[in-house]
């Protein structure tokens, strides 16, 4: 499948949009895919729990998509156990062409969507020299980079996932670190994990985002910027 193919045309009720040409509509996450794996940079699929499409003439030009973030640790960490369950993370956001205005458009009507309430956690790749620019359109929080980090990897296969380094360990006889230590001798690497700015948002009443905000974890900070 190309980005030919991304092309899916919607009939019926549309909604979450106010202009007249765009609609952004809650979507199968199939729908998304192709654009997760075919445009987004890191090609590969996450976690879904909530999938919406920027819809242009009808035609599906955007995607983003929400879901429930692996680490409890990440999850506890925003406002305390007690919003944990409330969590999720906007993971992906892809639009075909990118014109103006269709990435704030898009995040702002599917933050609309949205079960409430909802704490949204989302990241900017410093390694792909992203800043959040679309994250400030949108009136998310910043609160800091992450911490710097070291990836583990296999030479040979630079681009793998984590994931893959784990389905290996599994593979192996004592299994975890050790057991890729022994089996992959000298291939085995590591290498720094770009460090990633960290924005929140609070979806919810007026009561219930001012609680949220009470309880965030997080001092806020000034917006990164990008360097000239």
């Known amino acids: 499948m190309t980005t030919q193919s991304i092309q899916i045309v919607h009939q019926g009720d549309l909604f979450g949009d106010l202009d007249d040409d765009y609609r952004t509509v809650p979507i199968d996450p199939r729908e998304a895919h192709p654009f997760i794996l075919e445009i987004h940079y890191a090609r590969r699929m996450p976690p879904i729990s909530y999938s919406y499409g920027l819809l242009r003439a009808g035609a599906l030009v955007g995607i983003v998509t929400y879901g429930k973030p692996a680490s409890r640790t990440l999850c506890d960490g925003i406002c305390g156990t007690e919003w944990s369950d409330r969590v999720i993370e906007l993971n992906r956001l892809c639009l075909l062409r990118n014109e103006q205005n269709e990435a704030s458009r898009l995040v702002g009507a599917s933050l609309r969507l ?89 979806a919810g009443s007026r009561s219930e985002r001012r609680t949220m905000r009470g309880a965030l974890r997080y001092e806020p900070q000034p917006y990164p910027r990008r360097e000239k």
């Open 114 to 202: 949205i079960p409430r309430p909802s704490i949204v956690v989302s990241y900017a790749d410093t390694g792909q020299d992203h800043v959040g620019v679309i994250y400030q359109a949108t009136n998310f929080l910043y609160t800091g980079q992450t911490v710097p980090r070291n990836d583990w990897y296999l030479e040979g296969e630079e681009t793998s996932h984590i994931r893959r380094l784990g389905h290996l360990a599994s593979e192996t006889e004592r299994g975890g670190l050790e057991g890729l230590r022994e089996a992959y001798g000298d291939r085995l690497r590591t290498r720094p994990r770009s460090v990633k700015h960290r924005y929140v948002y609070f």
